[in-house]
């Protein structure tokens, strides 16, 4: 990113969500870089200002399906609404 880097992202998403009110959004972070610690550090299960998950590229279609799925069945869960709405 030219302007700021994932977890600056992350971190003013969340500010942003936390100042106004809204419900937790999925951050999915998507790189090549898979290896560094900053991967690592940008990802946080109870963090506030962290991303979800993580997937790398070369991205495989099935993966990223996968992960939007689990991610909307932990939603569901969370916030007692149902899968189509």
Do not use: H
Request: net charge negative.
């Amino acid at each position: 990113m030219p302007i700021m880097d994932g977890k600056e992202v992350c971190e003013k998403l969340r500010k942003y969500e936390k100042e106004n009110g809204l419900r937790r959004a999925m951050i999915l972070l998507i790189s090549g870089n898979y290896e560094g610690e900053d991967v690592m550090q940008s990802l946080g299960k109870d963090s506030e200002d962290k991303a979800d998950c993580f997937l790398k590229k070369p991205l495989v279609f099935e993966e990223f399906c996968w992960t939007i799925y689990k991610f909307r069945c932990w939603d569901v869960g969370r916030s007692n609404t149902s899968i189509a709405g």
